[in-house]
């Protein structure tokens, strides 16, 4: 019914840069809000940034002044791109939206991508 699909994860030394992207397809109605999550082993999943259909955004501390996250209403798509990147940035990273479907537009269910891998290391 809805599928996210992420890309641009991959292996970067510290200090370098990665942008992800996820597109949302199927039968969309609305989108609420788009964001991104990321797991690294033996963590539990963590709200990374999010933003909303006014373009509100909201950040994770850590990763504050260096990730920015964006969003192509047109598209259906959030890019969140990644500068500065440390070690401790490595995990899986996961796409989210809160969307309303063509076939049950007075709800909103929140979907999720398959994730893509992001390694900071030198």
């Known amino acids: 019914q809805v599928q996210l699909v992420e890309s641009g994860g991959g292996l970067v030394q510290p200090g370098g840069s990665l942008r992800l992207s996820c597109a949302a397809s199927?039968?969309?109605?609305?989108?609420?809000?788009m964001g991104w999550y990321r797991q690294a082993p033996g963590k539990q999943r963590e709200l990374v940034a999010t933003?909303?259909?006014?373009?509100?955004?909201n950040y994770v501390d850590s990763v504050k002044g260096r990730f920015t996250i964006s969003r192509e209403n047109a598209k259906n798509t959030v890019y969140l791109q990644m500068n500065s990147l440390k070690p401790e940035d490595t995990a899986v990273y996961y796409c989210?939206?809160?969307?309303?479907?063509?076939?049950?537009?007075?709800?909103?269910?929140?979907?999720w991508g398959q994730g893509t891998q992001v390694t900071v290391s030198s």
């Open positions: 989210n939206a809160g969307i309303v479907t063509t076939t049950s537009t007075s709800s909103r269910s929140w979907y």
């Open positions: 199927g039968s969309i109605f609305s989108i609420y809000a």
């Open positions: 933003v909303i259909s006014g373009g509100s955004t």
